[in-house]
């Protein structure tokens, strides 16, 4: 879809999807502590904290549920009884919930391990990520490509703090050819959320820490086919301060638009 037809209304509010005749199963990671967002992380685990109304966790399972998913697993850890004190079942939101509770740390991917019923392709997905993508679309991608894991992605400048030097050899010596003060680099970064099957589930060790970069190497390393889906809309990661307060003011400015739209036509 094109971004002017899929705008960050339709992600956000849900209004209109097209959805799959085989929706996976969703696990939502939401355990981490949120450092990035102190002190507000302080009070209120990061897939609580608020956009307009809702919270980003809510809006989450809200999209999730739009393309077809009608079962979601969290896996929560920090101040996890405010996310099930929110949420429950999941029952007025049409989606099923079921709660897995990390002891200690896991990382991103280890937590899937204790997860049931993970039997047939299933998305895994940070619980603090806003975007317009189509989950569905995405779905559909990684199941025609054959791919075990396919990894969400979006092209971001990254700023490099310090002065880049780029060195040469002349006999013994290194020389500088050139000295680039805070470069800035366009690349392809992971947006957090992936599409598995369940073989992938067999590379995960029964028990220690693991990230997804971690699993994605050991799938490389095996030969398993790994791809990815490039996703050129909107994209927050609310982990970051900037990303969050950009999400926070494009969400009121749509609702002052609306507000707009409305006043000057009472019958829309």
Known sequence: ?????????????SRVRRTLQRPPHAVVLAGGRGTRLAPYTSILPKPLMPIGDRSILELVLEQLHACGITNATLCVGYLSH???AVLDNGA??????RYVREESALGTAAPLRLVPGLDDTFIVM????????????????????????TIATHERTIK???????????????????YDEKPEVRSPVSMGIYV?????LEYIPSEGYLDFPD???????NKARVGAYTYEGLWFD????????????AWFEQEEEEMSTATADPSA
């Open 1 to 13: 879809m094109t971004e002017g037809v899929y705008t960050f209304e339709n992600a956000l509010k």
């Open 82 to 84: 405010l996310i099930s």
């Open 92 to 97: 007025d939101r049409g989606i099923n919930i």
């Open 126 to 149: 940070n619980g603090d990520v806003l975007t317009t993508l189509d989950f569905a679309d995405l779905v559909r991608y990684h199941r025609r490509a054959g791919n075990m894991l």
């Open 160 to 178: 490099i703090d310090y002065g880049v030097i780029r060195l040469g050899t002349n006999g013994r010596s290194r020389r500088v050819e050139g």
């Open 196 to 200: 598995l099957e369940p073989a992938a």
């Open 215 to 221: 699993l994605v190497g050991l799938l490389l390393a």
């Open 238 to 249: 609310i982990g970051r301060r900037t990303d969050y307060e950009q999400a926070v003011a």
